[in-house]
């Protein structure tokens, strides 16, 4: 699992250089979803992937995050509820 975790390569969503062992424990304990997009032209990361993740744990990380504004929306939605 920690094979490739000295690798280096740019995060597209911070805009600087980050290991992979920090894009494979990011999100929970998962990989990043944006993963595949950020080092497929490092190492197969594919192949990485798909040996060391279950399917239902790929789907799990692979899902892009909310937009920000829906996120913000839910979380006023929700906080005018519990004061209703």
């Known amino acids: 699992m920690e094979e490739h975790d000295q690798r280096?390569?740019?995060c597209r969503m911070l805009g600087h250089r980050?290991?992979?062992a920090y894009c494979r424990r990011l999100k929970e304990g998962l990989p990043c979803h944006k993963v595949l997009d950020c080092w497929f032209e490092q190492f197969p990361v594919?192949?990485?992937i798909d040996a060391h993740y279950t399917p239902e744990q790929?789907?799990?990380?692979?899902?892009p995050p909310k937009p920000k504004v829906q996120s913000l929306l839910e979380?006023?939605?929700?906080a005018r509820k519990r004061n209703a």
């Not at 979380?75 to 929700?78: K, Y």
């Open 58 to 63: 790929i789907s799990a990380f692979l899902t």
């Open 18 to 20: 980050l290991t992979f």
């Open 46 to 48: 594919q192949e990485f």
């Open 75 to 78: 979380l006023i939605e929700e």
């Open 8 to 10: 280096e390569g740019y």
